[in-house]
């Protein structure tokens, strides 16, 4: 099975794979600290807890294993700083996949959202019948959307979804990318 690299370089940003229990200290203690910021956003924050963090990162070698879920923590300075994602959602079409991202409050602005974003996405690309890779989120998130206009992601569509975190509007925007739209911007990149 053909599966994304488990390390990823970029410069002053490293993307890995979680380390299961090794980063549940400080994986839990960056999650403490963001609380106020990924509260509006993520409805995962109000069930917050160790015992959560734990759980979340036992299951990861698994579904890495299978195929199903890539999570890498994002890590700046020997730190993490976050956590980004590439995955099969539920009720996603076949070839395609979602991406996921969060920051600690710290890293952002920085432009790290947008780097790990890109790295999942050639990450997609390299694997077999990805033709398309998806970025979800609230449109009032704009700081969320901001990364995949970034990245020459266009607007597939926009659709009823339950609020279920404070902030959310009751909509989801669908940001998507094809693997021939990505192969033309990096082309065009290379020209410039």
Avoid: K
């Amino acid at each position: 099975m053909d599966l994304p690299s488990p390390v990823i370089e970029l410069d002053d940003l490293t993307l890995r794979r979680f380390d299961g229990e090794a980063d549940v200290p400080e994986l839990f203690r960056v999650i403490e600290e963001s609380l106020e910021h990924l509260r509006p956003w993520m409805p995962w924050v109000a069930e917050h807890s160790l015992g959560m963090t734990t759980a979340f990162l036992a299951g990861r070698a698994e579904r890495w294993a299978a195929g199903e879920e890539f999570t890498y923590a994002i890590v700046r300075g020997g730190a993490i700083v976050g956590a980004c994602q590439l995955y099969r959602h539920e009720g996603s079409s076949g070839g395609g996949l979602e991406i996921g991202y969060w920051l600690h409050p710290a890293a952002t602005g920085r432009g790290v959202a947008t780097r790990a974003a890109r790295a999942l996405v050639a990450q997609a690309f390299r694997l077999p019948g990805v033709d398309h890779v998806d970025v979800v989120h609230d449109p009032a998130n704009r700081a969320s959307g901001a990364v995949p206009a970034r990245l020459g992601f266009t607007e597939h569509l926009r659709r009823p979804a339950e609020a279920i975190a404070p902030a959310e509007s009751g909509e989801e925007l669908v940001w998507r990318i094809t693997r021939g739209q990505a192969a033309a911007l990096a082309a065009e990149a290379g020209q410039a």
